[in-house]
């Protein structure tokens, strides 16, 4: 008989474990500006050496797509051979035993469809389309394009002021993005090459700690240029463009329907999250530039959006996503049924709720509904539940929001779809029915769930608060002929509003009607993030700025330090904490604990420079939007 070991039959199996590890963090940092054909020839080289050699279609189809797949990407290939390579990709993926043959076949057709562009300008151009290219990857994937790794070194010198200065060259509102942004500038940090993505968005928010935003002194305003700029809402997108449009000389009025400036950076994110005071330094230093005249509560109908765009020079409509979705469900009209929009409305006014003793129950699975449910318990709630008809690893929101919230006692009841809402005889709301879900078939890039044959399900509810989606309040600007689809305005890439020409004939309004006018913000994309509301109102400005004959630059006044050697010593990444969940779920003091700055160094210490080293010493390599 042959004897067993419990050594494994491959010796090395676990010595390559360490190595893909290495192969997945360069995936994790595929440099921004890549051509799609290679990055797709890379995977079908990889799903070819993965072949076990038993079946033909796998064994030798694979290689033979990648020599014709290298042919194209070397731009030597013609039509006839792309449509050969395709009909050759389908006979592997519909004919190889296992996953490794047919899905790296279907990934390669799938990349054919996807980037038919790029396709067809390696065949018919003999060269990548324009844009093609890697560039720095912390600026690219900001939105924003923020000079990422200018205010990381300033504050490695300890200029913190600086490095509030260059944030502010491309975004006026570096308190809020050091506590709120998503921080899509980390996805691709090629630090992860080495160990794990900088904490970007923690060390924006150091600086901002020790130079306040309405303490660090602005550019000086360009000389007046007489000309007069209206925007239509005082969120960030708004007071985004309102502040590089008064820096270039513009005079600027905000017409601002609340009662506070802010947006839903005011009426959508709870203070514990982002501190009302340190919204108001932004604020604060937005209006320093001068040149920026506000009127709040000045709701702007059809006939008053007319006016605006007479009377100014250019006029940019920002008013956001500002109103719930509801739920087509019986008993939504039941005292302690709320929008969690309003809710958040409501208090960022200073109207707190009180829940003493309530069981609250949260549907949504998106920030939104994290900010209802952490609300909740600040709140006083007994308890308090979020309900979502999928499972966790499917929610749109933030995994820290999700991790915190369950910290602070918040039950995630999933796969439970909203079916009705209990009332008792008085129509109060009593209870949150449900329908059993299970999760399916991928749809639109996620599982999707459908019915599953179990009980409804009944959870108790005396407050039910909607947290599914925003809307736009579209009406009176359609009504003025700004034209709109599913109520998000349209517009150019230039953020150009695009016009409804039968409304303005309808309304017998001259042709050249909105000529001056530009959209964009939630209101344009759908309720999406601060940074990329942020980064229209930048677009928005500079556009304005051109069709009004001029082309300023600015000058934000400081330059990055000189890079260092890179330091190439594997590093732990740095957390922003949040004080113990104890002790932050009984007031809205602000949750988060700030790097010291120790931590800070040291996380600086690890950015590589990607403006000077690499990509960004090219030609061409930094994304610059003076």
């Known amino acids: 008989m042959t004897r067993l070991s419990i050594a494994p039959a491959s010796a090395d199996d676990a010595r390559i474990g360490g190595f893909l590890d290495r192969q997945k963090r360069r995936v994790d940092a595929m440099p921004p500006g890549m051509c799609p054909l290679a990055q797709q020839l890379t995977l079908l080289e990889e799903g070819a050496l993965q072949t076990c050699g038993k079946c033909v279609p796998c064994r030798d189809g694979l290689p033979q797509l990648a020599a014709m797949l290298r042919h194209l990407v070397d731009c ?11 009909a050759l990709a389908e006979m592997v993926r519909d004919t190889s035993d296992c996953a490794i043959g047919y899905e790296a076949a279907g990934a390669l057709l799938e990349g054919l469809d996807t980037f038919a562009a790029e396709v067809e300008s390696h065949v018919s151009k003999h060269a990548c389309q324009r844009g093609a290219g890697q560039s720095v ?13 200018a205010y990381i070194a300033l504050v490695a ?26 921080h899509p500038c980390e996805k691709r940090c090629r630090r992860t090459l080495i160990d794990a993505p900088l904490n970007i968005r923690g060390i924006k928010e150091y600086a901002c700690e020790h130079a306040r935003a309405d303490q660090v002194p602005v550019p000086e305003r360009q000389p007046s240029t007489g000309r007069r700029v209206a925007v239509v809402g005082g969120g960030p997108s708004g007071m985004t463009c309102a502040y590089f449009a008064a820096l270039m000389g513009h005079d600027v009025d905000v017409f601002e329907s609340r009662k506070q400036l802010g947006g839903m950076m005011r009426y959508g994110i709870p203070a514990y999250r982002f501190p009302r005071e340190r919204l108001d330094e932004d604020i604060r230093g937005i209006l320093a530039v001068g040149g920026i005249t506000v009127y709040t509560e000045s709701p702007v109908d059809a006939a008053r959006m007319a006016q605006l765009s007479v009377e100014y020079d250019a006029v940019y409509v920002a008013i956001g996503a500002q109103t719930g979705k509801g739920l087509r469900i019986d008993g939504t009209d039941a005292e302690g049924v709320f929008s969690a929009v309003d809710l958040l409305g409501r208090i960022g ?8 003793g309530k069981k609250v129950a949260v549907i949504g699975g998106g920030n939104v509904a994290m900010d209802c449910c952490r609300t909740a318990v600040r709140a006083g709630a007994e308890e308090v539940s979020v309900v979502y008809r999928r499972r966790i690893a499917d929610m749109t929101a933030l995994p820290a929001e999700i991790e915190s919230a369950i910290a602070e006692g918040v039950e995630m009841i999933t796969l439970q779809a909203p079916a009705a809402i209990e009332t008792d005889e008085q129509g109060r709301c009593t209870a949150l029915l449900t329908n059993p879900q299970m999760i399916g078939p991928v ?19 005396d407050i039910v608060l909607i947290a599914v989606g925003q809307n736009i309040v579209s009406a009176p600007f359609e009504e003025f002929g700004m034209a709109a689809e599913w109520g998000e305005f349209e517009a150019d890439a230039q953020l150009h509003a695009q016009m409804d020409a039968d409304k303005l004939v309808e309304r017998g ?4 009607t909105g000529a001056n006018v530009f959209v964009g913000g939630d209101c344009q994309t759908g309720p999406a993030t601060v940074i990329k509301a942020i980064a229209a109102g930048k677009v928005a400005a500079r556009n304005i700025d ?29 957390e922003v904490l949040e004080r113990p969940a ?5 007031d809205f003091e602000g949750v988060e604990v700030p790097m010291s700055t120790e931590e800070a160094m040291q996380e600086c210490g690890r950015c590589l420079r990607c403006d000077h080293f690499g990509a960004g010493a090219c030609e061409g390599g930094r994304i610059q939007y003076a």
Not at 76 to 86: F, G, I, L, P, T
Not at 553 to 564: F, I
Request: charged share 25%; proline share 11%.
């Open 443 to 461: 749809k639109r890039g996620r599982p999707a769930p459908i019915a599953a044959d179990k009980p409804q399900m009944r959870i108790p509810a």
């Open 509 to 512: 309004a001259d042709a050249a």
């Open 349 to 356: 006014d200073g109207d707190y709720p009180d829940f003493t």
């Open 76 to 86: 030597q290939a013609d039509a006839a051979e792309v449509e050969r390579m395709r």
């Open 546 to 574: 051109d069709m009004l004959g001029f082309n300023h630059t600015l000058d934000c006044g400081v330059s990055a330090p000189a890079p260092a050697p890179n330091d190439r010593a594997a590093f732990g990444r740095v």
């Open 137 to 149: 990857p912390c600026e690219t994937f900001c939105p924003a394009h923020v000079n990422v790794p």
């Open 157 to 182: 010198a300890g200029d913190n002021a600086g490095a509030v200065q260059m944030i502010r060259k491309d975004n006026p509102f570096p308190t809020a993005c050091g506590l709120v942004c998503e």
């Open 582 to 586: 104890r002790e932050r779920k009984h």
